[in-house]
């Protein structure tokens, strides 16, 4: 059974960071695009950053320049480095394995950013 594993979520005051982690299991990892998504309470899922098998990388306008997503196959990890945190990045960040037809999520990590 696939697993993602999300990590590294928490309570941090504005203008902090946070790095998240996703552990991936019993997927071939390194073929996989990955992604962090996340939702706010009464919000829709949106994409937050992407990294392809290959490397390249998307964000969504509202954090870049603040966050960095990169990814470790040795690791069979993606993380996301999230600087200057504000209060409007709070959220359920997700973790998202898809290659195909085939897509897999993580249980997600909470981020609470106080102003």
């Known amino acids: 059974q696939v697993q993602l594993v999300e990590s590294g979520g928490g309570l941090v005051q504005a203008g902090g960071s946070l790095r998240l982690s996703c552990a991936a299991s019993?997927?071939?990892?390194?073929?996989?695009?990955m992604g962090w998504y996340r939702q706010a309470p009464g919000k829709q899922r949106e994409l937050v950053a992407g990294i392809t098998s290959g490397g390249i990388t998307n964000y969504a306008d509202s954090v870049k320049g603040r966050f960095l997503i990169s990814r470790d196959n040795a690791k069979n990890t993606v993380y996301l480095q999230m600087n200057s945190l504000k209060p409007e990045d709070t959220a359920v960040y997700y973790c998202?394995?898809?290659?195909?037809?085939?897509?897999?999520w993580g249980q997600g990590t909470q981020v609470t950013v106080s102003s």
């Open positions: 019993r997927i071939i990892f390194s073929i996989y695009a």
């Open positions: 998202n394995a898809r290659v195909a037809v085939r897509e897999y």
